[in-house]
C-alpha cells in the first residue's frame, strides 16, 4: 500500500495496547515435563519473564484438552494421553511437555505424528492412531482443508502448497496433526513466533493511524474492540475483536464519508509467515488490506542508491473486475520519486520494482466468515528458498520471487484510495465494518536487513472505543434505512430511489403506485439475510417489500459503475411480505439469494448473482416506510 510514506509516521501514530514484546528476554516454565497419575489430579507451573514471575498474566493453552487442561499455570489431568502445554507473554512461548497416566481408564486416541512435511504434490505421508499402545485402525479422518490434502485411512495426500489439518475420531475422542505442503527446499527455521489475539492490554505493540491519505484518510478514533466472552463465544473468536470501521458515500455525516481506519505494528519483523484472520469489509469502495511496509524515503524522495524498500501486500479486497471473488496482491522492492531536478512527483520520475498476483477465491470472501490471509516470505536464493507465497486459509493461491530484503511493520486496516472506482466500485453503503480476531507472525532465520521501526512522535493513548459487554456492530446492509439523510433535495433520501414517492421528515411517503428501490452491491448466491421493514397502507392499498437479484456484466471494472448497472440481468427474486394495515407494523423477510432454476449462467461469469436490489411498493392506495435496515442472517449471533 505504497501511500504510506516514512515522514508521515513522525505525527499520525497513536499508540493502542495490546500484549507486548519484552525484546531479547526470554519466557521460561520451571518444568519441561509432567507426569500426572489421577483423573482430576493438579499441578501448578510457572513461568518467568526474564527474572519476573508471569504466570498469572500469562496466556495458557493445552493443544489436547482430552487430556489436560489449564489455567492460570495450573494443569488438571483429564484422560491419559500426552500434551503439550505452552504459555504466551509478550509475543515470547515456552512449553511443558504433560503425560496423563490413570490407572483403569480408557486410553487417549494418539497418533503416532504431531506435524508432517510434504515436499511435492501428489506425494504422501501415513500416520496411526493408537490408543492403549494399540493401534486403531477404525477411526474417522477428515482434512480440514482438502484441497491442500485429503486424507483416507490415515494416508495424506498432498493437493496444493499450503497448510492444514487432519483429524481422527473414534468413539468420541480425537486427535490430530498438522500437516505442511511444502513449496520451498528447506523448511523455515523457525526464530520467532509473535501471537495475539488482543485479549490483553499490557504492551504498545499495535498503534491506530491518524492521517489524510487517500479520499478522506484514516482515523484513530474510529476503532472499537471487544473482548466480552459472550461476544467472542458468538462469533467464534478467541480473546478480542478488533473492529475498523469504514464510512462511504451514503454516511450521515459528510465529512466522514470516504474515510477509514488502520492498524500497525509498533514492532518491525523480518522474513517469516504472516497470518491475519479477519473479515474484509463486504462493501464496495474502501479497500481491505494487509501489508507489511518499511521505506527510508523522505515525503517520497530518494536516489536509486540510497533508497530502501519493503512492501508485501498480502490481500487488497475486493478485485477489478471479479469484485470478492478474488483480490489482488503486490509485492515491492522499490518505490520512490527520483532526486534529480524534478520538483512535483509523476509517473516520469516514479522509479518501482513490483510484482503482482491475482487471487481467485473458491467462494466470495465478503461472506461473513473469517479467513485466514497470509503470506510466507522467504529471503535465501542461494538454497532456492527465495520468493513469497500467498496464503488463504492454508491453501497457496499465489507466487512471486520477487523478494524484499528489509524488516517491515505490520499494517492492517482499510481505506479509500482516490479515484479507485475501476478497482474497488462505488462505496454505495454508509458505514460497514471489517474485524480482526488474532494476528500470528512466524519469523524465521532467512537473511535480511533490520530496520528500526519508525513510532515517530506517538501522541496520547488512544480513543478506541471499548465495546465491553455491548454488542458487537454489524454490517446492516441498508443505508439511510431511518430516513433522516435527505438527497439532492429534502424530499429525496439518500441512498434510494423514488419514483412517485418522497420523503418527509423521517419518512417516505408512497404514492398510490409508488416504488422506492436500493441496489446492495457485491451480494452473492447463497448469502441469506434477513430484511426487516416497518410500515403502513392506506385505506385498501397495500405495501409490499421483496428483494431483486441481478447479475452485472463487470467488463474489468466492480458491478455498481453506473454504465455497468444499466445493463444488469434480473435473473430472480425473493417471496414478498405485505403489509395492509393503517398502523405501522414491522415484518421480516428472510430470504437465501438465488438464481430462478431456468438461469443459466454466461461463460465467463463467475457468479449466478452478484447484486441485489431492495423494492418497496405500494398498489391501491398510498403507504408509509419508515424503517428499513437488513443484516446477513449468520452475523445476528450476538
Not at 474510529?222 to 473492529?243: C, E, H, K, Q, T
Request: charge should be negative; aromatic fraction near 10%; glycine fraction near 10%.
Amino acid at each position: 500500500m505504497r501511500k504510506i510514506l516514512a515522514f508521515v509516521l513522525a505525527a499520525i501514530m497513536i499508540p493502542f495496547c495490546f500484549s507486548g514484546c519484552a525484546g531479547g528476554i526470554k519466557l521460561t516454565l520451571d518444568k519441561s515435563s509432567v507426569t500426572l497419575t489421577k483423573k482430576g489430579g493438579t499441578i501448578q507451573i510457572s513461568a518467568f519473564l526474564g527474572e519476573t514471575d508471569v504466570t498469572s498474566e500469562a496466556e495458557w493453552q493445552s493443544d489436547k484438552t482430552g487430556v489436560c487442561t489449564v489455567s492460570a499455570g495450573l494443569i488438571t489431568a483429564v484422560a491419559n494421553g500426552k500434551a503439550t502445554v505452552s504459555a504466551k507473554k509478550d509475543g515470547k512461548t515456552a512449553k511443558v511437555n504433560v503425560t496423563v497416566s490413570i490407572s483403569g481408564q480408557t486410553d487417549t486416541l494418539e497418533l503416532d505424528k504431531n506435524e508432517v512435511t510434504i515436499t511435492e504434490k501428489d506425494g504422501s505421508v501415513t500416520v496411526s492412531a493408537f490408543a492403549g499402545g494399540s493401534k486403531v485402525t477404525d477411526a474417522v479422518w477428515t482434512s480440514d482443508n482438502p484441497s491442500v490434502c485429503t486424507v483416507q485411512n490415515g494416508v495424506i495426500t498432498a493437493k496444493e502448497y499450503g497448510y492444514t489439518i487432519v483429524n481422527a475420531e473414534k468413539d468420541g475422542q480425537t486427535d490430530s496433526v498438522k500437516v505442511t505442503v511444502q513449496r520451498w527446499a528447506d523448511a523455515p527455521e523457525v526464530k520467532n513466533v509473535y501471537y495475539d489475539n488482543f485479549s490483553q492490554f499490557t504492551g504498545d505493540t499495535w498503534h491506530f493511524v491518524n492521517y489524510g491519505w487517500g479520499q478522506n484518510g484514516v482515523l484513530a478514533s474510529n476503532a472499537m474492540y471487544s473482548r466480552s466472552p459472550g461476544v467472542l463465544n458468538a462469533y467464534d473468536a478467541s480473546g478480542g475483536i478488533v473492529v475498523l470501521p469504514s464510512y462511504g458515500d451514503y454516511y450521515s455525516a459528510a465529512n466522514k464519508r470516504g474515510q477509514g481506519t488502520c492498524l500497525i505494528s509498533s514492532d518491525a519483523y523480518g522474513p517469516g509467515l504472516y497470518e491475519v484472520r479477519m473479515k474484509v469489509v463486504p462493501r464496495f469502495g474502501p479497500c481491505s488490506a494487509i501489508w507489511p511496509y518499511y521505506t527510508n524515503s523522505e515525503q517520497g524522495w530518494n536516489t536509486e542508491a540510497e533508497q530502501e524498500y519493503t512492501e508485501i501486500d498480502i490481500i487488497e479486497a475486493p478485485a477489478t473486475g471479479r469484485g470478492f471473488n478474488g483480490y489482488g496482491g503486490v509485492t515491492y522492492t522499490k518505490y520512490f520519486y527520483e532526486q534529480n531536478g524534478y520538483t512535483t512527483q509523476t509517473n516520469a520520475n516514479l522509479k518501482r520494482t513490483s510484482k503482482g498476483v491475482s487471487v481467485t477465491a473458491e467462494s466470495p470472501i465478503n461472506d461473513g466468515e473469517w479467513h485466514i490471509y497470509a503470506a510466507e516470505w522467504r529471503t535465501d536464493p542461494k538454497t532456492g528458498n527465495n520468493g513469497v507465497a500467498y496464503y488463504m486459509d492454508g491453501k497457496e493461491v499465489a507466487f512471486t520471487e520477487l523478494t524484499p530484503q528489509y524488516s517491515a511493520q505490520l499494517w492492517i486496516g482499510n481505506w479509500f484510495p482516490n479515484n479507485a472506482t475501476d478497482w474497488l466500485g462505488i462505496a454505495d453503503f454508509d458505514e460497514a465494518y471489517m474485524y480482526v480476531d488474532w494476528v500470528r507472525i512466524t519469523e524465521n532465520e532467512d537473511p535480511f536487513i533490520y530496520r528500526e521501526p519508525d513510532l515517530g512522535g506517538c501522541l496520547s493513548a488512544s480513543t478506541a472505543k471499548q465495546l465491553a459487554g455491548n454488542p458487537l456492530p454489524i454490517n446492516n446492509y441498508i443505508s439511510n434505512g431511518t430516513f433522516s439523510v435527505a438527497g439532492a433535495s429534502d424530499s429525496a433520501a439518500l441512498g434510494w430511489s423514488l419514483t412517485n414517492a418522497a420523503r418527509s421528515g423521517k419518512s417516505i411517503k408512497l404514492q398510490s403506485g409508488g416504488k422506492m428501490s436500493q441496489l446492495v452491491s457485491a451480494q452473492y448466491e447463497g448469502y441469506t439475510f434477513d430484511l426487516s421493514v416497518t410500515a403502513s397502507a392506506g385505506v385498501g392499498g397495500t405495501v409490499k417489500v421483496y428483494a431483486e437479484y441481478y447479475r452485472f456484466s463487470y467488463s474489468g471494472s466492480n458491478a455498481n459503475k453506473t454504465s455497468v448497472i444499466n445493463g444488469g440481468v434480473k435473473v430472480g427474486q425473493s417471496q414478498t411480505i405485505e403489509f395492509d394495515s393503517a398502523a405501522s407494523t414491522t415484518k421480516n423477510l428472510v430470504f437465501t439469494v438465488q438464481a430462478d432454476e431456468d438461469i443459466t449462467r454466461p461463460a465467463g461469469a463467475l457468479n449466478d448473482v452478484n447484486n441485489i436490489r431492495i423494492v418497496i411498493e405500494s398498489t391501491g392506495s398510498s403507504g408509509t416506510v419508515t424503517k428499513a435496515q437488513m443484516f446477513l442472517k449468520k452475523d445476528m449471533l450476538g
